[in-house]
């Protein structure tokens, strides 16, 4: 038996309903906000995500299903959705038109992780990118854009929010926290020592509890922001309070992609353990012209749809559409006939063998039909169907050419 590889899944039964069901809603809400929907290729050029998800970040530098394809192109599988659309945005020259655009995505990142429960290495994500839009206004939007995905999910959730400043704030505060980092060196993790070269602001976020308790006195970019980074926060968390929208300034959140300016946020939830963030994302206005584009500010986000399938509430089932079945060997022609023209409007099942009416009775509630339809001998001959409306329970015998 060949089984899946590990930390990769089958999609099946109630799952991939709740997948279907994710992907709808999040879609609905995402063409109520003006997205349209984007489909970019799964492989893309390893330049690509060294560029824009940055050389030093773990999941470039150890999570990558990179190879050489027979062309001998270095090549990998998209470990994240944003770079990909990036890419196509600058591929289309959207970057030299004046509207503002918005796309939506869904589906499969390839991440070679240590599998756990939540975390995957073939997951899905439901993303949305906005482009052109400088205003703090849009971060806000697509907070509550997601605050109202969650809430149609019946997900509860707890918001983190951070600033990661710009090119004017972030370079001097960098500056300032290495000599902070360097002075505690001896203390902190190996993971921390390799970061304080290559990427200093993710020690903050290390997971290591003495590395967290020595860096409660770091300096905090928060206190040292720009006056635009400054202002832009100060009017989001306003634009949260009024929207009432609760969140938490987390002034180590700094994400695991190294595009980000400004805003940067994550949804997590408290139900579902370790990994606990459900939603990320945040502001990337060097992206585009990072990746060759004019520049161009841009936000968005991704939902990690695994990690939210458990919390998902379900709509109650109903019954739907028809259940074809015989009960003489000779009807069962006749409900081909039948099924073929009523699945031009409706769901049908059909039950293949002609059966006794308690069998096709069962077969009724498997398929969760709406209505029982079955021919029988008297049926057969005066040509007409039985009908059993299952909701209203009414029972009918109607003319084959009404029906
Ligand atoms: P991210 O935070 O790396 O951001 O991923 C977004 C979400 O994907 C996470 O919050 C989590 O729910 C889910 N996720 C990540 N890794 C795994 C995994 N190994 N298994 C299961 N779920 C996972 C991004 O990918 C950015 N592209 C988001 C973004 C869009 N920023 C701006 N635009």
């Not at 994400?255 to 400004?262: A, E, I």
């Not at 990072?290 to 991704?302: E, H, M």
């Amino acid at each position: 038996m060949i089984n899946p590889l590990r930390g990769m899944k089958d999609l099946t039964f109630e799952e991939s309903e709740r997948f279907n069901f994710i992907i709808d809603t999040a879609t609905t809400i995402a063409k109520r906000y003006g997205y349209d929907y984007i489909e970019t290729p799964i492989l893309e050029e390893t330049a690509l995500f060294k560029r824009s998800v940055g050389d030093s970040s773990d999941i470039v530098s150890k999570e990558m299903y990179q190879f050489e394809d027979k062309g001998g192109n270095d090549v990998c599988m998209r470990p994240e959705g944003t770079a990909g659309v990036v890419r196509s945005f600058v591929h289309a020259k959207l970057d030299r038109q004046p509207m503002k655009q918005k796309f939506y995505y869904y589906g499969p990142m390839f991440r070679y992780e240590r599998p756990q429960k939540g975390r995957l290495r073939e997951f899905h994500q439901f993303g949305c990118e906005s482009f052109r839009e400088a205003s703090v206004y849009e971060d806000f939007t697509i907070i509550t854009m997601i605050s109202q995905i969650f809430e149609a999910l019946g997900i509860g959730f707890d918001l983190q929010i951070n600033s990661l400043g710009c090119t004017t704030c972030m370079p001097p505060y960098k500056k300032n926290l290495v000599g902070f980092l360097t002075e505690i060196k001896d203390e902190l993790c190996a993971d921390c020592n390799r970061r304080i070269d290559t990427n200093p602001i993710r020690v903050l976020d290390c997971k290591n509890e003495t590395c967290q308790s020595l860096l409660v006195n770091s300096p905090k970019l928060i206190n040292n922001l720009c006056e635009e980074c400054d202002s832009d926060f100060k009017k989001l968390t306003a634009l949260l309070d009024n929207a009432g929208i609760t969140y938490e300034v987390d002034t180590n959140l700094v994400r695991g992609l190294d595009y980000y300016n400004k805003t940067a946020f994550e949804f997590v939830s408290n139900d579902i353990g370790s990994q606990s963030a459900i939603a990320g994302g945040g502001r990337y206005d060097k992206l585009v012209e990072f990746l060759d584009g004019k520049p161009t500010p841009a936000v968005g986000f991704a939902i990690g749809i695994e990690r939210i399938m458990e919390l998902v509430k379900m709509p109650e089932s109903t019954r739907e559409g028809i259940y074809l079945g015989a009960m003489v060997e000779d009807a069962v022609e006749k409900l081909f006939a039948l099924a073929t023209q009523k699945r031009k409007e409706t769901k049908v099942t059909v039950e293949y063998s002609s059966k006794g009416f308690k069998s096709h009775m069962k077969g009724v509630d498997k398929a969760n039909a709406r209505y029982a339809v079955l021919i029988g001998e008297d049926e057969l001959k005066n040509g007409t169907v039985w009908v059993k409306d299952l909701e209203s329970k009414e029972e009918n015998t109607i003319n084959l050419e009404a029906f």
